[in-house]
């Protein structure tokens, strides 16, 4: 059964770096079938695309968040990361990584989540 | 248009039918995929393609596509299908993905 968990600090101050990272097991972060993404959802709001990233290196990033955003993946470790530059209290969300199916982009496996406040 | 515009709530009587919709340019090409989210919850899949459900997600969720629009299709609901439902698709120009932005359904 393939399995995602998120870690990383639960708290990062304004103009900070976000770092997160998801680690998979039961299955692989090499698989030709699949892209690894991540996905946030601010208190009491909707889901919001972040971005993906293919084991090859290939990323796709939302635009409102391009500059923002680096999302690396580590096939010997099996895991992927999201790096979210100069943040704000705006950035303040529940933080998923999911699988994301190739081809229409269904994201069928999620991990847990994990809460980041941006704080001083 | 990069946008997925859902209903923000959504009531169906116990054992009754509900539709939920989700409408966007992008749904003319790419199939939409739906989820479900109970509070304090990761969000679960349960609709794909034309009209495919995961492993493990009730017989009840059906899903459907009309030129801009899709929808789920809950026949029968019941209580614990109480929760928001999302839906979800690649933007027009098919490089990014977009969500819908959520519909709260209430089992009454």
């Known amino acids: 059964q393939l399995r995602l968990q998120e870690s990383g600090p639960g708290l990062v101050k304004p103009s900070e770096t976000l770092s997160l990272t998801c680690t998979v097991s039961g299955g692989s972060v090499s698989s030709s079938d699949y892209h690894w993404g991540w996905v946030r959802q601010p208190p009491g709001k909707g889901l919001e695309w972040i971005g993906s990233i293919y084991y090859t290196g290939s990323r796709s990033d939302n635009p409102s968040l391009k500059s923002r955003v680096t999302i690396s993946v580590d096939t010997s470790k099996n895991l992927f990361s999201l790096r979210l530059s100069s943040v704000s209290a705006t950035d303040t969300a529940v933080y998923y990584c999911?699988?994301?199916?190739?081809?229409?982009?269904?994201?069928?496996?999620w991990g847990q989540g994990i809460l980041v406040t941006v704080s001083s | 248009s990069s946008e997925l515009t859902q209903d923000p709530a959504v009531s169906v009587a116990l054992g009754q039918t509900v539709k939920i919709t989700c409408q966007g340019d992008s749904l003319r090409s790419y199939y939409a995929s739906w989820y479900q989210q109970k509070p304090g919850q990761a969000p679960v899949f349960v609709m794909f393609g034309k009209n495919n459900r995961p492993s493990g997600i009730p017989d009840r969720f059906s899903g459907s596509s009309s030129g801009d629009t899709a929808s789920l299709t809950i026949t029968g609901a019941q209580a614990e299908d109480e929760a928001d439902y999302y839906c979800h698709s690649r933007d027009s120009s098919g490089n990014h993905l977009i969500f819908g932005g959520g519909t709260k359904l209430t089992v009454l």
């Open positions: 999911a699988r994301e199916m190739s081809g229409f982009g269904e994201l069928d496996y």
